[in-house]
């Protein structure tokens, strides 16, 4: 069986052409344009929508978008902080974990498969 060519596409589903044109360099390019001009569209639908907020602030316009990127980025740098806190060494746990790549000789069944 030889190795299909990335950009051979046509015995691929439907789908799988999609997500093979999403995956290469020009779909992520323009999944960034259309995330960037919806952000820009919903921030102008902001002028012309009334708002009735709780608290002054939120009648400002772009408020939610501001609040969501300060909080997001709050999240992402409280998380690298939290990080260097709770972070352990790569053999921690020692030989008690179920992950250990070093196993010890006696505990290993030996079978013989044959030549």
Do not use: W
């Not at 060519?5 to 995956?23: E, F, H, M």
């Not at 400002?60 to 609040?67: I, N």
């Amino acid at each position: 069986m030889q190795a299909q060519d990335k950009n051979d596409t046509a015995n691929l589903p439907k789908l799988g052409r999609v997500l093979n044109k999403i995956d290469s360099y020009n779909g992520v390019r323009y999944i960034f344009i259309f995330l960037i001009t919806a952000c820009g569209v919903l921030f102008l639908i902001d002028f012309f929508i009334e708002k009735h907020g709780y608290f002054t602030v939120e009648n400002l316009y772009g408020f939610y978008g501001f609040y969501g990127f300060v909080m997001f980025s709050g999240i992402i740098f409280s998380v690298k902080i939290l990080r260097t806190i709770i972070k352990r060494p790569e053999n921690y746990y020692g030989t008690k974990a179920i992950d250990q790549e070093v196993y010890p000789k006696d505990e290993l069944e030996k079978v013989d498969h044959g030549s």
